[in-house]
């Protein structure tokens, strides 16, 4: 079971669920691509892992949408 949490100012969301860590390479270039989208291209990093959360449980004030 792990937890992920963000908080800003007054707002919360917490995430719970169970985690798989993927170390292939299809995994890793997917994971690299999202971020990229979203940030910028990610440094070079041949030890890098995704860590991947299967929701089961949604908590706080800021819920993501859709839920």
């Known amino acids: ?11 919360w969301c917490s995430l719970e669920g169970t985690a798989v860590i993927k ?4 995994s890793v270039a997917d994971a690299e691509r999202r971020y990229t989208a979203r940030y910028k291209t990610p440094r ?3 030890n890098r ?5 299967t929701v089961t449980r949604a908590l706080g004030t ?3 949408s859709g839920w």
């Open 44 to 46: 070079v990093n041949p």
């Open 23 to 26: 170390d292939d390479p299809a």
């Open 62 to 64: 800021a819920k993501p």
């Open 1 to 11: 079971m792990v937890s992920v949490g963000q908080a800003e100012g007054r707002r």
């Open 49 to 53: 892992v995704v860590i991947e959360i």
